[in-house]
């Protein structure tokens, strides 16, 4: 089972409690790592979380990207033992060219450093969008000159970022709105979707196990 979340909600949730907005995303940060056990002691194979939109790269303020980048590379150092110790696996995906390159570096550390672990594959989409995720893939089969006859849907998954991910079971999207935004957009065909209202900081036990019964309680025919 794969699980993806869009993490809506750390901004409001800090005006809401009247804190600076970089708060939000901290508290934010501190949620994500909760959901990491939940998925731990739940035996769910893979976990994906939005971390970081392509359009958040191109129209968030400096001051906010370099918090969101500090955050960003705290956490996921604190997640190495972590993953070491449960022997989980990290990946990464997103539009490298627009991220600084610690960020990038470091994701790629940790990535290389888990590559053979077989437990829980925890997935982080950074500097992601699921339109550019396509583009980027399309792209890539030209230059490596893929054959347009003989191209489908299968082969073209492995030009993209998330073509060695599993597709999503169910992605919970926090935070009240109800859309998609492109969130693994090429995968997503047979994915089930939960729409909690609760912003991402307030995300609990509670809610996941909510989530994860709208999976079960789904008629899941995969268009047969």
């Known amino acids: 089972m794969h699980i993806g979340f869009i993490m809506d909600g750390n901004r409001r949730w800090a005006k809401r ?11 934010g940060a501190d949620v994500m790592e909760n959901v990491v056990d939940y998925c731990l002691e739940n035996g769910i194979e893979a976990v994906s979380f939005w971390a970081l ?16 980048y500090r955050l960003l590379l705290e956490r996921v150092e604190k997640l190495r033992s972590r993953l070491k110790k449960e022997q989980a696996r990290f990946r990464w995906i997103g539009n490298r060219s627009i991220l600084p390159q610690d960020v990038v570096e470091a994701l790629d550390a940790v990535e290389l450093e888990t590559a053979s672990h077989e437990n829980l594959l925890l997935v982080l989409a950074v500097g992601y ?3 550019d995720e396509i583009v980027r893939a399309a792209k890539r089969a030209i230059a490596e000159g893929a054959d347009p006859e003989t ?15 599993p597709p999503p079971d169910l992605i919970v999207r926090t935070g009240g709105d109800l859309r998609h935004s492109g969130y693994f957009l090429y995968q997503a065909e047979y994915s089930e979707y939960f729409f909690s209202d609760l912003l991402w900081p307030d995300f609990n036990r509670d809610e996941f196990d909510r989530a994860i ?6 008629k899941r025919n995969f268009g047969k």
Not at 53 to 68: D, F, I, T
Not at 213 to 218: D, E, F, I, Q, T
Request: with cysteine; aromatic share 4%; proline share 0%.
């Open 17 to 27: 409690h009247a804190l600076a907005t970089l708060l939000g995303h901290t508290k």
């Open 53 to 68: 939109a392509k359009k958040n790269v191109e129209e968030r303020s400096e001051e906010e990207l370099s918090h969101l």
């Open 129 to 131: 969008g699921g339109q």
């Open 151 to 165: 191209l489908d849907e299968k082969s073209f998954l492995s030009y993209c970022d998330t073509g060695d991910v």
């Open 213 to 218: 019964s709208s999976l079960k309680s789904a």
